[in-house]
């Protein structure tokens, strides 16, 4: 893993020092709550319904087992012994003071976690692949162009002050499990004609309340010219950007009224007159970061393990289990195992300190240490031997940890909601915590195969709806909880937006107008379709005219 | 219109309620603002008690049986806590105060939290 220097860590304590100080001047009045809360929104801290809220940034999804030892330890001594995994990989505590604060910014620091740039109008914390390093589609690991690009982009003094956040996902394979088409910049790696490796940059996506999927601007750029080329992007939105309305401040609104292609010629006539050698990486700096990616201690093993096929053969659950939480490994004998932060019943994304230390355990015996957050809300230990699955699956089923949803119709997203956001119009946790309950039957989930819900409390789509195959947003109609449905939405390679199925049922009627969905879809569906492939092959057609049957 | 005094607690974010003498974490415990003269001195007062307060507003309330309840849904919340951790929040203190929130039914806009979030 990569690992922080003096300058890092010098930065991160001076960091830690300075909200110290700024914390205290607040407290004795020194300074007015308007002058106070953008110091501590640069530092992650929210204050949401209950108590304050610190967002905690887990930089391209990847942790150490030592550095999620010290979130379980923060969670447990100063939070209720829980945190929350979000769909931009970060980990939010919903029970904080500002007291501690301080206190807790001092514990992250030493082990190299902090909470900047997870808030204001910057460059915010990136995401990768979760599979980066591990993945065998991949062509390079993706961690090392984000690790890249958080360095050139921490406190980057020119982009603090953006017209709106901005948000950069990297990925470095074809199948995108990094979302990148709904981010501000989406960068996807491949290799070329030539096997050079080279970007295809892709601008202007973004939820919230204008969904946009990114245009690419740009097919081939080289990956030395990764730091100038963005440059030039965000010189252009710096520019131009919307400052006057807050709603069209994102750089999808400058995208998407200029046109693709006039951004495209904008960022061009911007980076060819930029000087790119002052900004882009030099080989020996990016040799540097490299290394610190360098996969290690990988063992030559047969590609099937003789052990784990025996356990699997004595095992329904464990069977289960390796179909839908296992993905294939690049290194032959190994496995990505993915832990489930979906419990039938539970909080999606929730993750106790106890499962916590249990999972940093996990990954210092069985995946070198490391594990990976996902957008989707899970937790995942990216090198596990195949010989150690079954002893893997039975520490985590133990815990809760182990529940055989991956992809299927329980692995809900689900943003806090209104059960502790103070944006959110509706509750989207129960919406969630209802649906699994419906669909707890593993075998039924399986036969459903592939579905993807997502569940947001407000338009700002932290739950990302929009992208859902069956997308849930809530509203507030007249005071009351209700939830308007969408379909066909997908956020990986095939990205396209849900549509609006018809008017919002109230919360009562949601899990059974799942059931309406899937029913319409099981009738529908054609040899080896998803419900995505069923929905966008019949149209919404088939599906309003079930749910909706009642209301006729 | 009944209304009652809410803010945050800058101190822990808690969510504070005010009694007529003291800023306190129990929606039971607050004063009732019958006439809109009183309740908007009393708001007036606390936005300038910054060191102890962020975000002070007034919220409507409704009478249930002899006690009082907050008109909308999300105020309810914050007088009890998360929905999805019963054992998070003011409710976990449990009670005839709390079981009477629990049940109120109803759930309108909070006026006061949607100006707050407008202003922003």
């Given at each position: 893993m990569y690992l922080y220097d003096d300058i890092d860590r010098r930065m991160l304590a001076d960091r830690a020092q300075e909200f110290r100080a700024q914390c205290a001047r607040r407290l004795a009045g020194e300074i007015t709550e308007d002058q106070f809360k953008p110091l501590?929104?640069?530092?992650?801290?929210?204050?949401?319904?209950?108590?304050?809220?610190?967002?905690?940034?887990?930089?391209?999804?990847?942790?150490?087992?030592?550095?999620?030892?010290?979130?379980?330890?923060?969670?447990?001594?100063?939070?209720?012994?829980?945190?929350?995994?979000?769909?931009?990989?970060?980990?939010?505590?919903?029970?904080?003071?500002?007291?501690?604060?301080?206190?807790?910014?001092?514990?992250?620091?030493?082990?190299?976690?902090?909470?900047?740039?997870?808030?204001?109008?910057?460059?915010?914390?990136?995401?990768?692949?979760?599979?980066?390093?591990?993945?065998?589609?991949?062509?390079?690991?993706?961690?090392?162009?984000?690790?890249?690009?958080?360095?050139?982009?921490?406190?980057?003094?020119?982009?603090?002050?953006?017209?709106?956040?901005?948000?950069?996902?990297?990925?470095?394979?074809?199948?995108?499990?990094?979302?990148?088409?709904?981010?501000?910049?989406?960068?996807?790696?491949?290799?070329?004609?030539?096997?050079?490796?080279?970007?295809?940059?892709?601008?202007?996506?973004?939820?919230?309340?204008?969904?946009?999927?990114?245009?690419?601007?740009?097919?081939?750029?080289?990956?030395?010219?990764?730091?100038?080329?963005?440059q030039a992007i965000l010189r252009v939105y710096n520019l131009h950007g919307r400052r006057d309305n807050i709603h069209k401040a994102r750089i999808k609104v400058l995208v998407a009224s200029l046109g693709p292609e006039e951004f495209a010629r904008q960022v061009e006539a911007e980076w060819e007159a930029s000087d790119k050698p002052a900004v882009d990486l030099p080989h020996s700096e990016l040799a540097r970061i490299r290394a610190g990616f360098m996969p290690t201690g990988f063992e030559a093993l047969p590609a099937v393990s003789r052990r784990f096929e025996a356990a699997k053969a004595d095992s329904r659950a464990l069977a289960r289990f390796a179909r839908h939480n296992l993905a294939p490994h690049k290194q032959p004998g190994y496995a990505i195992v993915h832990v489930s932060l979906k419990a039938i019943g539970e909080t999606p994304g929730d993750c106790s300190a106890d499962q916590m230390d249990l999972v940093a355990d996990l990954a210092d015996r069985y995946s070198h240490g490391e594990i990976r957050v996902a957008y989707e809300q899970n937790l995942i230990l990216p090198h596990v031997k195949l010989d150690d699955v079954p002893e893997v699956h039975a520490a985590l089923d133990a815990a809760g940890l182990a529940t055989p949803n991956i992809a299927l119709i329980s692995d809900i997203i689900a943003c806090p909601g209104l059960d502790y956001c103070a944006l959110a119009n509706a509750r989207a946790i129960p919406v969630a915590q209802d649906i699994a309950r419906r669909f707890a039957d593993p075998e039924f989930a399986e036969r459903i195969g592939e579905l993807k819900i997502k569940i947001s409390g407000c338009i700002n789509a932290c739950g990302h709806h929009h992208v859902g195959h069956i997308g849930i947003l809530g509203v507030d109609k007249k005071g009351e909880e209700y939830y308007q449905l969408s379909l066909g939405g997908s956020g990986e390679g095939d990205a396209s937006i849900a549509q609006i199925l018809g008017p919002a049922v109230p919360a009562a009627r949601v899990a059974p107008f799942i059931d309406d969905l899937v029913g319409v879809y099981l009738a529908e569906r054609r040899e080896g379709e998803r419900f995505l492939d069923t929905v966008r092959r019949t149209g919404l057609a088939p599906f309003k005219a079930a749910a909706y049957a009642d209301a006729h | 219109m009944l209304r009652v005094l809410t803010a945050n607690r800058l101190i822990d974010g808690e969510v504070v309620f005010?009694?007529?003498?003291?800023?306190?974490?129990?929606?039971?415990?607050?004063?009732?603002?019958?006439?809109?003269?009183?309740?908007?001195?009393?708001?007036?007062?606390?936005?300038?008690?910054?060191?102890?307060?962020?975000?002070?507003?007034?919220?409507?309330?409704m009478e249930m049986g002899g006690r009082f309840a907050p008109v909308s849904f999300r105020e309810r919340l914050r007088a009890l806590g998360p929905t999805n951790k019963l054992d998070h929040g003011k409710q976990a203190a449990g009670g005839a105060d709390i079981a009477i929130l629990a049940q109120a039914q109803g759930a309108a806009r909070s006026k006061g939290r949607v100006d707050l979030i407008r202003r922003k």
């Open positions: 501590r929104l640069m530092n992650g801290l929210y204050l949401q319904l209950h108590a304050y809220m610190l967002r905690v940034a887990i930089p391209y999804g990847t942790l150490s087992a030592d550095q999620l030892r010290a979130l379980a330890h923060v969670a447990r001594t100063y939070d209720k012994g829980y945190g929350h995994f979000t769909t931009r990989t970060n980990l939010q505590l919903h029970w904080i003071k500002l007291r501690d604060a301080p206190d807790i910014l001092d514990h992250l620091a030493e082990v190299g976690l902090h909470a900047i740039q997870t808030s204001g109008n910057c460059i915010r914390n990136l995401t990768a692949d979760p599979y980066a390093g591990a993945a065998g589609d991949e062509v390079d690991d993706s961690r090392v162009w984000a690790e890249v690009i958080r360095q050139w982009s921490t406190f980057h003094p020119e982009f603090s002050y953006l017209p709106r956040k901005f948000k950069i996902a990297v990925t470095a394979s074809p199948t995108d499990r990094a979302a990148t088409r709904i981010y501000d910049i989406g960068l996807r790696l491949y290799r070329d004609a030539d096997g050079e490796l080279a970007f295809e940059v892709g601008v202007g996506g973004g939820l919230g309340r204008l969904p946009y999927i990114g245009a690419v601007i740009r097919e081939r750029l080289p990956v030395r010219h990764l730091l100038s080329y963005l | 005010w009694s007529g003498q003291d800023w306190v974490e129990s929606f039971a415990r607050a004063l009732v603002f019958e006439d809109d003269d009183s309740a908007g001195s009393a708001e007036a007062e606390a936005k300038t008690e910054v060191t102890r307060l962020v975000d002070p507003y007034l919220i409507e309330v």
